[in-house]
């Protein structure tokens, strides 16, 4: 669809100038933890879905961290090739990325031989939302087709407040999230 591309290319611009606009100091701060209403979605000791934020992504690291220390198994997006499925594995230490190999999409994913996992929450990654929680991915559709296999997970948006539009061009095959998480609101049904 020649309307989500040529959105896709204004947000990701959008996005770009943003992130190069931060004090490092100030983005070293941004999102090191899950604001409590969040936190509290998540079980008690469940596995939580986060994804290897690109540089211009909304980071990731603090959340990773936070969950590891608090009791939950944390799991990233694994391929075993650019054409297989999305599946999630087990980071076992969210501190080192030393457990972590490249991906066929840039990301940085777990080894191949790391534990399958079910996340029963997942933050998701985003190019653009609604405030309603409809979101505009990268365009390869994992997302989307991994959350139509698991309809009771819980999916969370991490975004920054430049991301935000009024409205997004959607498909039958659009997955809405939960709610979006910035790092200055929450968005959606909180």
């Known amino acids: ?3 989500k591309k040529a959105l896709r290319a204004s947000l990701r611009k959008a996005r770009r100038a943003h992130v190069a606009a931060l004090n ?3 983005k070293a701060l ?3 933890r899950p604001p409590a209403i969040v936190a509290a979605l998540a079980a008690p000791g469940s596995t939580v879905g986060l994804y290897h934020a690109l540089p211009e992504e909304a980071p990731t690291r603090g959340y990773a961290a936070w969950f590891g220390e608090n009791g939950y198994k944390v799991a990233l997006p694994w391929f075993a090739d650019a054409d ?6 087990l980071w076992a230490n969210p501190h080192d ?4 190999e490249p991906g066929p999409f840039g990301a940085r994913q777990p080894h191949g031989d790391a534990a399958e996992a079910l996340p029963q929450t997942v933050f998701v990654p ?4 609604t405030q309603d929680g409809h979101r505009l991915g990268q365009g390869g559709g994992h997302y989307d087709r991994w959350l139509a296999l698991h309809p009771d997970v819980t999916a969370l948006g991490l975004g920054w407040d430049c991301q935000l539009v009024e409205e997004l061009p959607l498909e039958e095959h659009d997955h ?3 709610a979006v998480i ?3 609101r929450l968005y959606g049904a909180l």
Not at 84 to 89: E, H, L, S
Not at 97 to 100: A, I, M, Q, V
């Open 1 to 3: 669809m020649d309307e």
């Open 24 to 26: 490092e100091r100030i």
């Open 30 to 32: 941004i999102l090191l």
């Open 84 to 89: 297989a499925p999305m599946q999630f594995r």
């Open 97 to 100: 990325d030393g457990e972590l």
């Open 126 to 129: 985003l190019v653009g939302f």
């Open 176 to 178: 809405p999230l939960h």
């Open 182 to 184: 910035t790092p200055t």
